[in-house]
């Protein structure tokens, strides 16, 4: 099979859903995970012949698995991995519960390793292979009540350049992509006011939309001889 097969990981809104397009629209077969959004999930594939979705809460392993075997048995093969499930948590590092730290880690970090960790074999066995997490620039700088979130996007960012070198070896490449402040869902809750001032923070003056992370996906996708790198793509913000 000449097409690449891309797994993306939260893949029905925001991010997820600009990746799995973008990637769509360049001729790949994508399988498009999804957990709750069932309604988005379904609309992303009426819209591409080229996108299949699959269930899944990528923070337990028996669906992972699943995800995985689905994949395998319909196309033999991963070509490409995209770990983007997230959720975001804000509140007093004092305040956070057991209950908040399992959540967001096993979203955000725990489901990377899990997904990683079981498409490997195939990428080892065809000595080939493009895994990208997307992170967070608070994983680069931290963020003020955003502990967890800022920890589980450090996290990502430390496997990626970890396993660039592990398997490097086996022509798998491995990159981090830090988005800025995104037009997404999970930036709603902030005012038109906040998002003003942020504005007037970052360089280029303006926010970013998640077809700027799923450009520099598809060039990471294409490129063949980056690996280990985090790139920030938030208009200049944590320069500032």
């Known amino acids: ?127 080939n292979g493009c895994i990208i997490n997307i992170s967070s620039i608070w994983g680069l700088v931290g963020s003020s009540c955003e502990s967890i979130y800022s920890i589980s996007k450090a996290g990502i960012d430390a496997m990626t350049k970890s396993l660039a070198k592990e398997l490097g070896p086996s022509n798998i490449r491995v990159n981090s992509i830090a988005p800025g402040f995104i037009d997404t869902d999970m930036n709603k809750k902030y005012s038109i006011d906040d998002i003003n001032n942020i504005k007037h923070d970052i360089p280029l003056q303006k926010i970013g939309k998640p077809e700027d992370i799923a450009k520099c996906v598809k060039w990471l996708v294409e490129d063949e001889f980056t690996t280990g790198q985090v790139i920030a793509i938030d208009g200049g913000w944590q320069i500032h």
């Open 1 to 127: 099979m000449s097409q690449k097969i891309a797994i993306v990981t939260g893949a029905s809104r925001g991010i997820g859903r600009a990746i799995a397009k973008n990637l769509a629209k360049n001729d790949y077969i994508v399988i498009a995970n999804y957990n709750k959004s069932e309604k988005e999930a379904l609309e992303l594939k009426n819209e591409f012949n080229n996108i299949h979705i699959f269930k899944a809460d990528v923070s337990k392993r028996e669906e992972v698995k699943q995800l995985v075997e689905y994949t395998l048995n319909k196309y033999k093969k991963i070509d490409i991995l995209v770990n983007n499930a997230g959720i975001d948590s804000q509140q007093l590092f004092q305040d956070i519960t057991d209950e908040d730290w399992q959540n967001v880690i096993n979203t955000n970090l725990y489901s990377a390793f899990c997904v990683t960790q079981e498409v490997l074999p195939n990428m080892l066995h065809n000595k």
